[in-house]
């Protein structure tokens, strides 16, 4: 559980971050929205430090969570509905991040 909360603060910390830019460069807002984008975007390298094994399986793993984290995202912050095949995707890597996971962390 202790992962699973870690892998999903570190995909809030770089969705945030890079979402903000976005705001910022797409919708003319605030330069003012670098500053917290910036320091979500700290966090987020900062958070992936903090998992106990070998990096590149930080990352592998990672990425499943981040696309499952981007796909709630899609739906609760954008506002687009999910449609079978993003469903099924998030499914699939999140149970091949979830492998991973169970098979190389004491969690």
């Known amino acids: 559980m202790k992962t699973a909360s870690l892998f999903v603060a ?3 910390a770089e969705i945030v971050g890079c979402w903000l830019v976005l705001v910022w460069r797409k919708q003319a807002g605030s330069s ?3 500053i917290p ?4 975007l700290g966090m987020f390298a900062w958070l992936l430090t ?4 070998a990096s590149g399986r930080v990352y592998a793993a ?3 969570v981040y696309v499952t984290t981007a796909l709630a ?6 506002g687009v509905a999910l449609d079978r ?13 979830a492998v991973i996971i169970v098979t190389h962390w004491n969690a």
């Open 85 to 97: 095949y993003d469903a099924l995707g998030g499914l699939l890597i999140l149970a091949g991040a």
């Open 32 to 34: 003012w929205l670098l």
């Open 62 to 64: 990672y990425g499943g």
């Open 10 to 12: 570190t995909a809030l």
């Open 50 to 53: 903090l998992h106990p094994v």
């Open 73 to 78: 995202w899609l739906m609760w912050v954008d």
């Open 37 to 40: 984008a910036a320091a979500a």
